[in-house]
């Protein structure tokens, strides 16, 4: 349901089948965010950031989301932490 539920479970089956190293496909302005969880779960992550996004062609969306994930990124930084191994 939201991007650090999926960076565990990502990072719960990579562990088990030893996988350190992952590609993240997601919107430019999302993938700080993903590429710092994942590194906190023990993932190397590696950002591919999508051309396709609609948030990306629209300005006032593409502000929108960065606006959104700062706050995001503060929220774990300060609240949510490395997620449990």
Do not use: K, N
């Not at 350190?20 to 590429?35: G, I």
């Not at 996004?53 to 949510?80: K, M, N, Q, T």
């Amino acid at each position: 349901r939201t991007t650090l539920e999926s960076i565990r479970g990502v990072a719960s089956i990579m562990g088990e089948r030893d996988l350190t190293t992952a590609v993240f496909v997601s919107d430019p302005s999302h993938m700080l965010r993903v590429l710092r969880m994942a590194s906190d779960a023990g993932v190397t992550g590696y950002g591919s950031p999508t051309t396709s996004s609609p948030v990306e062609r629209d300005p006032v969306a593409r502000i929108d989301a960065v606006v959104h994930e700062l706050g995001a990124l503060a929220v774990y930084l300060l609240d949510g932490g490395p997620p449990e191994r």
